[in-house]
């Protein structure tokens, strides 16, 4: 399974595992196999989920090689790894002083977003078992918030409550407050929201958490590393993080905008003793107590030390110029799409953008046209859109993308391309 596509079943007739090893120079070989058939790189990640630097390659390699010589540590043997482990730590140093945390936070890395916000669920139910007795554990969040909220729910058999939306596409504050009752022990809001790049108003949410005192995380995976290069850039973008006081944690994905290796993110928590919620020493084996930095056990340092070099190799001013990029971008994208008949974009705060369909026009056909000339993007339902990543790609990525659909669109219009063309990549 996928997000977007899924596994195609194999009938493997003969056995895979070979009795005896193969050549080094073989199976590099048999491996570019299979990476010649993936959409390549450069085409995947421009208009889709990117955050892979593609269009800064210098920055891209240093992450690449630093990845690779950390592959081999484990970050669960600390006491073999000093100076592994101090690199770590200025990691996180160097999270407080990009995404302005104060001093004081506790931060965390996990294996992603996903597991970001399981670590925030986590806390939360920790905290409301411990502080405030509940004991069926309740969560209330907008509709738009990512859908590992719902995994994580299902796993730990938390009772989630989505709240439709405002007109606004963002969260409806006053109903979340109305859905809070006594089991309630964490409400969220995004920062921005994967299905529109639209910012929750955190104050708000902030203020109501402080006023039902109810864990308050907000979702930063998207944007985390790229909303305080935006508010420096004097783009309007709501406040979002740690200066609202309702807030108790964020999520940031360091795997998406500060250009590391993937998987990494990070959890961060405002007032250190609140790590004690995201802890579960085990003790009860027979090695004694053990303790982990987050949900997985064995981690590899590889993505860490990427963060590190691309975070020195990049430094602030490199991370203003993506940003920057980024930003024209977008804007890019506005023109250009408000000069396609047939489809509209919806306006994004930031990170990513959707663009609807007209009455009628196929999504999914649009979409396949598109795939069939190599541009892609993902699919949104609610309401039919495709989506794309508003990363620092060039102005011809842009360019193509949107002469792509204009060409696509009378070709859906007059049935000459049809649903069939999206089946190949379902
Ligand atoms: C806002 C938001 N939260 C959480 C996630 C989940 O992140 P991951 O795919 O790294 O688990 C994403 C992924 O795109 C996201 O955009």
């Given amino acids: 399974m996928g997000y977007f596509g899924s596994d195609k079943a194999v009938v493997f007739e003969q056995p895979v595992f070979p009795q005896q090893g193969i050549a080094r120079d073989e199976v590099m070989q048999l491996l570019t196999r299979f990476e010649r058939q993936d959409v390549d790189d450069i085409h995947a990640h ?36 000093p100076g592994t482990t101090r690199m770590a730590l200025e990691v996180k140093q160097m999270i407080r ?13 996990t294996s992603g977003g996903s597991e970001s916000l399981y670590c925030a669920i986590h806390s939360a139910r920790q905290w409301g078992r411990q502080v405030k007795n509940i004991e069926r554990p309740e969560i209330v969040v907008p509709y738009s918030i990512h859908a590992a909220f719902s995994k994580w729910c299902t796993y730990a058999d938390i009772k989630i409550n989505r709240i439709p939306l405002g007109p606004d596409y963002r969260a ?32 708000g949410l902030g203020e109501v958490a402080q006023r039902h005192d109810v864990w308050m995380h907000v979702d930063g995976c998207l944007g985390g590393f790229q909303s305080p290069f935006a508010e420096q850039l004097g783009h309007p973008i709501p406040v ?14 360091l795997h998406k905008h500060a250009y590391s290796a993937k998987p990494l993110s990070s959890i961060a928590f405002r007032d250190a003793s609140w790590e004690q919620y995201l802890d579960c020493p085990a003790a009860d084996w027979p090695d004694g107590p053990y303790t982990s930095e987050a949900i997985c056990g064995t981690t590899t340092a590889g993505p860490i030390a990427s963060a590190w070099a691309v975070m020195k190799f990049l430094g602030e001013e490199g991370y203003l110029e993506l940003m920057r990029r980024s930003l024209a971008v977008r804007e890019r994208y506005i023109a250009k799409l408000a000069e396609v008949d047939g489809v509209e974009p919806f306006i994004s705060d930031m ?18 046209g598109l795939f069939e000339r190599q541009s892609f993007c993902l699919p949104s339902l609610q309401p039919p859109a495709m989506k794309i990543v508003l990363d620092p790609v060039t ?21 000459e391309i049809t649903i069939e063309a999206i089946q190949p990549y379902m």
Wanted: net charge negative.
């Fill in 97 to 109: 002083e990009m995404l302005r945390y104060p001093q004081d936070t506790a931060i965390r890395f």
């Fill in 46 to 81: 421009n208009t889709i989920q990117s955050t892979t630097l593609m269009s800064h390659m210098a920055a891209a390699q240093v992450a690449k090689d630093a990845h690779q010589m950390f592959l081999r540590r484990n970050m669960l043997y600390k006491t073999l790894l």
């Fill in 172 to 203: 409806d504050v006053a109903a979340i407050e109305r859905a809070i009752n006594d089991n309630t022990v964490l409400i969220a809001g995004s920062a921005p929201c994967w299905p529109y790049g639209l910012f929750d108003d955190i104050a």
């Fill in 395 to 415: 102005d011809e990525v842009v360019d193509t993308f949107v002469s792509d659909l204009a060409e696509v669109i009378p070709l859906v219009r007059r049935g």
């Fill in 240 to 253: 979002w993080d740690f200066r609202i006081p309702g807030v108790r944690s964020i999520s940031a994905d």
């Fill in 351 to 368: 990170c990513v953008m959707t663009i609807r369909p007209e009455k009628g026009l196929d999504l999914f056909a649009v979409m396949g």
